[in-house]
T-cell receptor, first 111, second 113 residues
Framework: GEDVEQSLFLSVREGDSSVINCTYTDSSSTYLYWYKQEPGAGLQLLTYIFSNMDMKQDQRLTVLLNKKDKHLSLRIADTQTGDSAIYFCAEETNSGYALNFGKGTSLLVTP | EPEVTQTPSHQVTQMGQEVILRCVPISNHLYFYWYRQILGQKVEFLVSFYNNEISEKSEIFDDQFSVERPDGSNFTLKIRSTKLEDSAMYFC???????????FGQGTRLTVV
């Protein structure tokens, strides 16, 4: 199938904002998700957005959705060193029974 | 907080051997999934399972793979005759509904030698 696209690396300084971008493929996805994977760990659901919304804020996290361009972004305010991880964007497949992941963006937060 | 648990965390097996990866989904979840992540690559969907049957599977999930819910708590992935290219991290996940957020386990790292 088509790929969910993400940039592979992002480096920011502690205290700055991080913006991770994603282009998805399936316009019928009901939900779009962001997962976080710390080194050696599993996938942690970070946040998700319903496709009828264009923005969702959850503490330091802001998700923006542009359905016309199939573009999803995750903004992390006041980024901390503990935010260093790989962030995966995921869309639902047509059936809704599976997730199609991007390759992940590796976020490095430097002091 | 309820979580998906997977065992073992790491398994090494010889090529051609059968392996069974085990998962205990969150207890009130009805949908169960297996995904895999080959080192350095993206997380790929393998199979979803609901009401004791496969609801969807990917091209990766060929005849070498099978899933089972042998009792009320476990969900297993069996690979009948492992190949070198089966080496990957295998993630189990569960969700309450088909279109609701899936919670993932910590993964089992399978190494085929």
């Amino acid at each position: 199938g088509e790929d969910v696209e993400q940039s592979l690396f992002l480096s920011v300084r502690e205290g700055d904002s991080s913006v991770i971008n994603c282009t998805y493929t399936d316009s019928s996805s009901t939900y779009l998700y962001w997962y976080k994977q710390e080194p050696g760990a599993g996938l942690q659901l970070l946040t998700y957005i319903f496709s009828n919304m264009d923005m969702k804020q959850d503490q330091r996290l802001t998700v923006l959705l542009n359905k016309k361009d199939k573009h999803l972004s995750l903004r992390i305010a006041d980024t901390q060193t503990g935010d260093s991880a790989i962030y995966f964007c995921a869309e639902e497949t047509n059936s809704g029974y599976a997730l199609n992941f991007g390759k992940g963006t590796s976020l490095l937060v430097t002091p | 907080e309820p979580e998906v648990t997977q065992t073992p965390s790491h398994q090494v097996t010889q090529m051609g051997q059968e392996v069974i990866l085990r998962c205990v989904p969150i207890s009130n979840h009805l949908y169960f999934y297996w995904y895999r992540q080959i080192l350095g690559q993206k997380v790929e969907f393998l199979v979803s399972f609901y009401n004791n049957e496969i609801s969807e599977k990917s091209e990766i999930f060929d005849d070498q793979f099978s899933v089972e819910r042998p009792d009320g708590s476990n969900f297993t992935l069996k690979i009948r005759s492992t190949k070198l290219e089966d080496s990957a991290m295998y993630f189990c996940a569960s969700s309450k509904g088909g279109n609701t957020e899936a919670f993932f386990g910590q993964g089992t790292r399978l190494t085929v030698v």
